[in-house]
């Protein structure tokens, strides 16, 4: 494993060529596709209201460029950011002044493994696509929770390790074609993994130079446990308020007076290794995942439970209006039949379900199987080229940022 203690320095080396983080809202069009973006992720997803922010003091750590603290700003906080590039910080200050924020944008250069800010002085502790890329990702989110108030919000932003195999399979390539050669490593890119970086550019505003820098010549890319990231809330009273993608338990129906489930409750935990898995290998998004999944010519398991549970009802709001004392012998038949189709549904969902889960986990096996083995060959000089695997490397390539948001308790 490569030595964490450098990262900082070989990370900022890389980011003083091509910033990942620049995204040019000083344009109108580019200014309010951000914002669509980031309503998107804050409020409907991460479920956190826009008055969240109103008089809030947020403390951003790793901030980079600042685009993202001034939509903050603009929605009532005073934001402190701080980055270890000084040329992020620099173009940060100039949106402060582009915008008209310099009362309520402040940032500067230090490093996020010392304690910067003052105990318990902030509302919202956040840091966005940082913690991977830090020698020590657990002294920074420890120095996080110390800053936060009784109630205050931290907001993680991270590269989840199972989500990242795919890109870290694309360094692997690159380099044993290339190298360290960066002119080369850009061509290759393009030709092998176009999905990716057309992708990133379109929903993430980047260039295709800073999208390539960031994750193919950057030397480092970790990725973080998403165990043992909630294991850190678990050890330091924070309780979850919010994840992307979720990471809540399906099918949950408690009333609000129960009480709330552990965060390390080991069926919840057993969930998230599944969860995991997803992120892995996926490739499309939740639309055409699912639709294959669970679509079956000539089944339509939607209607099939509608139609059951309707009978069922029906049966039951009979018996209970029928003024007699005895059930009507139709009635006793009817009940125990309905409750067989209901099971024979759900038993044809699930295995259904199942089945195509492990059908794709095995193609994904295959073709990982078969890139590892063409990374020898090409190391080896028996091909000279990389040929794209049919069912990898497409679209999502893995989960990009899992976010979770969390409340220090009293």
């Not at 949950?252 to 892995?280: D, G, Q």
Request: charged share 25%.
């Amino acid at each position: 494993m490569q030595d964490r203690t450098v990262v900082g320095p070989e990370v900022l080396e890389v980011y003083l060529k091509e910033n990942p983080s620049t995204i040019t809202i000083e344009e109108e069009h580019e200014y309010l596709k951000f914002k669509s973006g980031q309503r998107r992720l804050w409020h409907s997803l991460l479920k956190l209201p826009p008055r969240a922010f109103r008089d809030a003091e947020v403390l951003d750590y790793g901030c980079g460029t600042g685009e993202i603290d001034v939509l903050l700003a603009q929605n009532g906080a005073f934001v402190k950011g701080v980055d270890f590039n000084p040329e992020s910080i620099d173009r940060a200050r100039k949106l402060a002044e582009k915008f008209a924020l310099q009362n309520r944008l402040n940032f500067l250069v230090g490093d996020i493994h010392e304690s910067i800010f003052e105990p318990t002085s902030a509302d919202f502790a956040i840091s966005l696509g940082v913690l991977p890329h830090v020698a020590k990702p657990e002294v920074v989110f420890q120095n996080m929770v110390q800053t936060l108030r009784p109630e205050a919000f931290l907001v993680l932003g991270f590269v989840e390790e199972l989500g990242i195999v795919q890109r870290l399979l694309h360094r692997s390539i690159v380099r044993a074609i290339a190298g360290i050669d960066e002119d080369k490593i850009m061509a290759i890119a393009r030709q092998a993994f176009p999905d990716h970086i057309n992708r990133s550019v379109r929903f993430g505003q980047r260039s295709e130079r800073s999208v390539v820098y960031d994750y193919l010549i950057n030397r480092h890319m970790y990725g973080l446990p998403l165990e043992k990231v909630l294991g850190w809330f678990d050890s330091h009273g924070i309780s979850l308020y919010s994840s992307w993608p979720s990471i809540d338990l399906p099918f949950r129906i408690n009333p609000y007076t129960s009480k709330s489930l552990a965060l390390m409750n080991p069926a919840w935990k057993e969930y998230r290794a599944l969860l995991r898995l997803r992120m892995l290998f996926t490739q499309f998004e939740d639309d055409d995942v699912f639709s294959s999944l669970l679509s079956e010519k000539g089944f339509d398991a939607g209607h099939s439970i509608r139609c059951h549970v309707n009978d069922l009802s029906e049966l039951m709001t009979g018996l209970v209006q029928n003024q007699s004392q005895l059930w009507p012998d139709q009635d006793l038949q009817q009940l125990p039949e309905l409750t067989v189709s209901l099971k024979c549904t759900a038993d044809m969902v699930m295995n259904k379900l199942w089945r195509n889960l492990m059908d794709d986990l095995k193609q994904a096996c295959n073709a990982l199987e078969q890139v590892v083995s063409d990374i020898g060959k090409l190391q080896r000089n028996e091909i000279s080229e990389f040929r794209p695997a049919a069912n990898l490397f497409r679209e999502l390539n893995g989960l990009g940022t899992f976010y979770l948001v969390g409340v220090l308790e009293r």
